[in-house]
């Protein structure tokens, strides 16, 4: 009585099983200066499993529908950062992006990141962000001789900034940043992030400068606890309250 | 297998002729302010730290002080009908409602002024804009916190 239903369905997940590819539209904003200073949104339908990233969608399409596609990639596997880009309004990684997350029956808008000058495509100019980076000094600071054998450190004061040492430096937190958007002196939630690395480092002696920093007219008392950088972060650092630890250490620090 | 809403050929063609190319490129479009090496360094003052503070701890007083003055003036004892200058007149007589008023103007003022100075820090694009406005802020600010406060101190039931 059952079997000609068993049937159906066998057949039917046959079926399914012989093609796992979807048609898919990518909605993709597209700047290029040495054609045009317009920028336009071009549409690509592809054929595509949807348990593959948007990364091997952008691939696919560069590769066997339009050369000119431009976009950032490196180790293609979340670590490297170099392809932070707005898919479906968000800030995300292409390359941790699947497809079936984000709705593929509609079309999937991928466009470059706010608030950066797009030199073409998807590719921004990044050097005001590195900039931020850069003026925060991310690197180890101490006084005195240099000790003879490595700087030993508990496994509590290792845990204490554990979360911020996961950064990969893609900007999507500093690019999701409203105060970004509209005053790009702010050193934006990565820099931040990365200050606090060294600043609850217990090996590290520079903590008062990056603080002094920090205090600046584009530091941390220009964040809006907006948690946009939080729901971007590809790597789940809770960076608002990163910058409200920041923030603390600095009133703690007068008071 | 693929079908593409628009060529990219068709990009920028005014009429069959493109005004860019290779070496003669569109101008990209930068953020009105960006960190560059010249930004300058910070004024190592606390002043934004202070504003910070101030901001929160008014935000609390200010809860009790507005809310009450709302209700008081808007809702208890006949509402809004009753205010006329017999009833501020009685209020102020009494010192407490004196330091009330006086303490939820100032704090009002300035925490909206300084709400106010955020705004136009974040939006104002251009450094004159963003100079002008916030110079045209704290004359209003100033004027009205000091003419709120003659009006506190120098107030007389019997003026006619």
């Not at chain 1, 976009?71 to 699947?98: E, P, Q, V, W, Y």
């Not at chain 1, 990044?126 to 000094?137: G, L, R």
């Not at chain 1, 950064?167 to 606090?196: E, K, R």
């Not at chain 1, 972060?233 to 409200?244: L, S």
Request: charged fraction near 25%; glycine fraction near 6%; include cysteine.
């Amino acid at each position: 009585m059952a079997t000609p239903t068993l049937d159906k369905t066998d057949k039917a997940e046959a079926g399914f099983a012989d093609s796992p590819f979807i048609t898919a539209t990518f909605r993709i904003r597209r700047f290029n200066p040495e054609v045009s200073d317009e920028v336009q949104w071009q549409d690509f339908q592809i054929e595509i499993d949807p348990k593959e990233r948007v990364l091997d969608a952008l691939h696919k399409i560069k590769w066997e529908l339009d050369g000119t596609l431009t976009f950032r990639r490196s180790c293609a596997h979340g670590i490297c950062g170099s392809d932070a880009m707005r898919i479906n309004g968000k800030n995300r990684l292409a390359c941790k992006t699947l497809i079936k997350d984000i709705n593929p029956d509609k079309p999937i808008t991928v466009e470059a990141i706010k608030g950066l000058t797009v030199l073409k495509d998807l590719v921004v100019d990044m050097d005001p962000f590195f900039q931020a980076y850069h003026d925060v000094m991310p690197f180890l600071i101490t006084k005195g001789n240099e000790p003879t054998r490595e700087r030993l450190q508990s496994a509590e004061d290792r845990e204490r900034f554990d979360d911020t040492t996961k950064c990969i430096l893609c900007a999507a937190c500093t690019s999701s940043c409203p105060v970004f958007w509209n005053d790009g002196q702010y050193f934006g939630p990565a820099a931040i992030v990365n200050a606090h690395r060294f600043i609850f480092d217990s090996r590290d002696e520079g903590g008062e400068q990056r603080l002094e920093i920090l205090n600046d007219r584009d530091g941390v008392w220009r964040c809006r606890t907006t948690f946009n950088c939080t729901d971007a972060c590809p790597r789940g650092i809770e960076v608002t309250k990163a910058i409200q630890e920041v923030k603390r250490a600095l009133i703690t620090r007068r008071f | 297998m693929s079908s593409e809403t628009s060529s990219a050929a068709a990009i920028g063609d005014v009429e069959g002729v493109s005004l860019y190319d290779v070496d003669h490129p569109a101008p990209v479009i930068e953020p009105p302010r960006k960190r560059t090496g010249k930004t300058p360094k910070g004024s190592r003052t606390n002043f934004e730290m202070y504003a910070w503070l101030f901001m929160r701890l008014s935000g609390i007083v200010l809860v009790v002080l507005v809310l009450g003055h709302l209700l008081i003036q808007l809702v208890l004892d006949g509402g809004v009908s009753k205010i006329g200058f017999a009833f501020v007149a009685g209020r102020w007589a009494s010192p407490f409602w004196q330091a009330w008023d006086l303490i939820m103007l100032w704090l009002a003022m300035l925490h909206g002024g300084n709400g106010l100075r955020t705004v136009i820090n974040d939006y104002a694009e251009r450094d004159n804009t963003r100079f002008w406005l916030k110079m045209l802020l704290y004359t209003a600010t100033v004027f009205t916190v000091l003419l709120g406060t003659l009006v506190i101190f120098t107030f007389d039931p019997n003026i006619r």
